[in-house]
Every structure is written in structure tokens, then in C-alpha cells.
């Protein structure tokens, strides 16, 4: 990486989560093209992903506000969890899996509904969604698990 950029991204890191759009999203209405957009959300933000409609999701460490920046759109506060969030992915669904210090994942979906998907036996530190959907799961002891789409329980919103 460039000094120039590394810099960028330092300064970046040192104020608070900007949401960069790298996309070039038509802008509603106008048919214009916007090549990036910077959106301050949180000061204290877990992770950023974006969906294949080109989302970007982030949750609030400290308030477990999750925030969704629509492409072209402001950013919408769009659901709460219990809990210290600290890992993000999300599934060609749209489903954004949230894992916590306490080894919950939940599951918001893009109704904005909350629900538990899965359990492990320590803190989550890494989250991705593979290609079938299923999640692979980084834990605070070392331990890499896997649970296919189909152990992740529907649960009840909430």
C-alpha cells in the first residue's frame, strides 16, 4: 500500500467510522453517477460490510445501533441489539450476522427483526458467509467453526 494512502486511512481510523461508497450508485431521481460519498455514522464502529445491493452495514460498539448506508441514500438506523458487538458479515440474503463478546450471533434481517442464530463457547472475533450460505466463525480461543445455513436457527424475533 502507498504511504499517501496508508496515511488516508490512518487519519480515516482516528476519527470515527466514514462509510466510503466506492460504487458508482445512479443518485435517485437525477440519473446521475456519484463515484464515492462520506457518511460520518459512529464513533465507535464494529466492521464494515456491504451487500451484493450495495449496503453498508455497521454496528455501534458502545449502543448496539445497527446502521445501514443505502447506495445514494443517508444512513438509517435501522435496529438494536443486546450485547458488545464485534464482528460483521453478511449473506447474499441481505441477513447481517452480528457476533458478540459473549459468543451470541444474531441475525438482523432486512425487515430490521432480530434474532439469535447461533451460540459458541467464546467471544466471536471473525465472521464471513460462505458461498452456500453457512457461516465460518473466529472465536477468541482460536477455534475456527463452521455452521451450515441449515444449523442456523430461525429463532424468534427480538
Same mark, same amino acid.
Do not use: C, F
Given at each position: 500500500?502507498?504511504?499517501?494512502?496508508?496515511?488516508?486511512?490512518?487519519?480515516?481510523?482516528?476519527? #470515527? &467510522? /466514514?462509510?466510503?461508497?466506492? +460504487?458508482?450508485?445512479?443518485?435517485?431521481?437525477?440519473?446521475?453517477?456519484?463515484?464515492?460519498?462520506?457518511?460520518?455514522?459512529?464513533?465507535?464502529?464494529? #466492521? &464494515? /460490510?456491504?451487500?451484493?445491493? +450495495?449496503?453498508?452495514?455497521t454496528v455501534d460498539r458502545v449502543t448496539g445501533k445497527v446502521f445501514c448506508l443505502p447506495a445514494g441514500d443517508?444512513?438509517?438506523?435501522?435496529?438494536?441489539?443486546?450485547?458488545?458487538?464485534?464482528?460483521?458479515a453478511v449473506d447474499r440474503r441481505g441477513t447481517l450476522y452480528i457476533g458478540t463478546s459473549a459468543g451470541l450471533i444474531l441475525a438482523v434481517r432486512r425487515d430490521g427483526t432480530v434474532r439469535e442464530a447461533c451460540r459458541c463457547d467464546a467471544p466471536v472475533t471473525g465472521l464471513t458467509v460462505d458461498r452456500d450460505g453457512g457461516l465460518l466463525i473466529a472465536t477468541g480461543t482460536g477455534k475456527l467453526v463452521r455452521k451450515s445455513r441449515t444449523d442456523l436457527r430461525p429463532g424468534r424475533p427480538g
Open positions: 500500500m502507498q504511504g499517501k494512502n496508508r496515511h488516508r486511512l490512518n487519519v480515516l481510523g482516528t476519527i #470515527g &467510522l /466514514v462509510l466510503l461508497a466506492w +460504487a458508482a450508485v445512479a443518485s435517485a431521481g437525477a440519473g446521475k453517477a456519484r463515484m464515492a460519498e462520506a457518511v460520518a455514522v459512529t464513533a465507535n464502529p464494529v #466492521g &464494515l /460490510v456491504m451487500d451484493s445491493r +450495495a449496503n453498508a452495514y443517508d444512513p438509517v438506523h435501522y435496529a438494536t441489539i443486546a450485547g458488545e458487538p464485534t464482528a460483521l
